[in-house]
Nanobody
Framework: QVQLVESGGGLVQAGGSLRLSCAAS????????MGWCRQAPGKEREFVAA????????FYADSVKGRFTISRDNAKNTVYLQMNSLKPEDTAVYYC???????????????WGQGTRVTVSS
């Protein structure tokens, strides 16, 4: 099983930035598509961003496109989510996830982290 541990969440003012990190266990990190999803209170978990095994391809939800950047460092078994120009509607618990296929569907992800909370104040 893959263990994923997120960090970097917290409270930030609207317009500010946060960088989330997700550290993965094991030596097969580069075999997985990595993604970030989020869940706001009272809402279903939604896809945010994904990055391919090599990092060559990325895909973003329309709600974050142009503001968020996903990246990965396979040598460090770590995936990142740089969040800029944050809005109150970005407030959610953010989850790191790993999938065995290229996907933007939350149901396709096989492993999940514990989540890190991001709160954007207005």
């Amino acid at each position: 099983q893959v263990q994923l541990v997120e960090s970097g969440g917290g409270l930030v003012q609207a317009g500010g930035s946060l960088r989330l990190s997700c550290a993965a266990s094991g030596r097969t990190f580069s075999m997985y598509t990595m993604g970030w999803c989020r869940q706001a209170p009272g809402k279903e978990r939604e896809f945010v961003a994904a990055i391919s095994r090599s990092g060559a391809s990325t895909f973003y939800a329309d709600s974050v496109k142009g503001r968020f950047t996903i990246s990965r460092d396979n040598a460090k078994n770590t995936v990142y989510l740089q969040m800029n120009s944050l809005k109150p509607e970005d407030t959610a618990v953010y989850y790191c996830a790993a999938a065995r296929m290229w996907t933007s569907m939350t149901t396709d992800y096989d492993y999940w982290g514990q989540g890190t909370r991001v709160t954007v104040s207005s």
